[in-house]
């Protein structure tokens, strides 16, 4: 782990990195006009309170960790300065910004959920994108309050969306097959010793107990059972690999191969797809993230309209806003989960002069579990990994692009359908 005094005297170095690109566009006549991009936090503590299911479901003692559950590390501070670093290159790269000069204040704008997490991590991007300039991160005054862009929670308070939304959510957990990840993890955490076993004949991960889903009004969608604790386990014990534990302290040394990580991520996983995947409740969460999205990129008039926008929230935002959009299934290389700490959804707009047409890329961009772990500085010449994403009802040419007309129609269909009847 790298220490917290490290950290601070590596900052300035950080700051001070090349930002050396000449501007100019990638893709032959194409020029980029417009980018938003919709992070996740970056490297954060594991959630965990006093009684808390890290606690309730094993007896082994868990490592420390240098700040409260829920918050950035200082390391996650790093990480995003380092993501910011070299999106300031690729901006550059592009002709979206200048090498030597900060944006004016109406090219940029940043909105971060105001929990500690996420305006953090905005703060330090920002730091690494475009270091001395005063750009200022946008977030509702009092900290620590679900912010309603960024808040998934249902507001339909039907009978009918409840029932159904259950349903969708117990049909996608059927299809996970996660029995063999379960029993895997339950030898981990030696599940049948622990607190939340006591007094029962029969506890077990991977038999017997029941996955319940609720999706009340006012409230996330949630779950108890074993998704519940498979995925609070696997969440401590990613982020202990990208701080940077020592091996024996991960998972008190029990995951030993890439095999093991792929096979235990795929609980993790399956938990942000029951709750946040399925479209129809994704569609009721995601729908004051759309709204806003969809106003910035298509009803701002685009003279006046930021050049790049950075909203950064959590996963089940990503994870909502790419079912109701309708992307197409994803392989992200070189990482095991599905929305990875601090990767972006990066929408571009370009525009091509030859033909008198605007085009839509949707892009993933996000670090690798070893530039996690490693914290390896990021830049043109060691970029993060970039994985071009498709939806159903826009389709690309070879090289990504789609019509934004099309795109524009997706967005409105989608914000028609998150709407309701």
């Not at 998934?152 to 063999?180: C, G, I, R, W, Y």
């Amino acid at each position: 782990m790298i220490p917290s005094k490290m950290i601070c005297l590596m900052l300035p170095a950080i700051l001070a990195l090349p930002s050396g690109l000449s501007a100019q566009p990638s893709d032959g006549n194409l020029q980029l006009q417009q980018v938003l991009m919709l992070s996740r936090h970056n490297l954060r503590a594991p959630l965990s309170d006093n009684g808390s299911v890290l606690d309730q479901s094993t007896r082994k003692r868990w490592p420390q960790w240098e700040v409260q559950g829920g918050y950035l590390t200082a390391k996650g501070g790093v990480l995003a300065v380092y993501m910011g670093h070299y999106t300031r290159e690729w901006l550059v790269q592009q002709g979206l910004a200048k090498k030597s000069e900060c944006p004016t204040p109406d090219d940029v704008f940043v909105y971060a959920n105001s929990l500690q997490r996420t305006v953090a991590t905005a703060q330090f991007f920002v730091a690494g994108a475009f270091p001395g300039c005063d750009i200022a991160v946008t977030h509702q005054p009092r900290m620590g309050t679900m912010d309603p862009t960024f808040n998934p929670v249902v507001v339909n308070d039907s009978a009918t969306f409840n029932q159904a939304a259950l349903a969708a959510m117990q049909k996608v957990e059927a299809d996970l097959h996660l029995k063999p990840a379960y029993q895997r993890l339950e030898k981990i955490i030696s599940y049948k010793d622990s607190a939340a076993c006591e007094g029962k004949k029969d506890c077990s991960l991977s038999g017997g107990m029941q996955n319940k889903f609720s999706a009340d009004i006012g409230k996330e969608p949630s779950v108890s059972g074993p998704l519940k604790v498979g995925n609070s386990m696997m969440d401590a014990f990613t982020l202990q690999y990208y701080q940077g534990f020592p091996a024996e302290q991960i998972a008190w040394g029990e995951i030993k191969t890439p095999e093991q990580w792929r096979e235990l991520s795929a609980i993790k996983n399956g938990y942000q797809d029951a709750l946040f995947a399925s479209p129809l409740v994704a569609r009721e969460v995601a729908a004051p993230l759309l709204a806003y999205i969809r106003k910035s990129m298509t009803e701002q008039n685009r003279g006046s309209a930021p050049k790049v926008t950075l909203m950064v929230g959590h996963d089940s935002n990503v994870a909502s806003l790419l079912s109701t959009l309708d992307f197409k299934a994803y392989d992200l290389p070189e990482q095991n989960e599905k929305t990875p700490i601090g990767g972006m959804i990066v929408f571009e707009r370009w525009r091509d002069a030859n033909n008198n047409k605007d085009l839509m890329k949707v892009e993933y961009v996000y670090q690798s579990t070893s530039q996690l772990r490693d914290a390896q500085p990021l830049s043109m010449a060691n970029p993060p990994k970039r994985v071009t994403l498709q939806m159903n009802a826009c389709p690309t040419d070879a090289k990504g692009y789609c019509a934004w007309d099309t795109f524009v129609q997706v967005l409105n269909g989608a914000q028609k359908g998150a709407a309701g009847p």
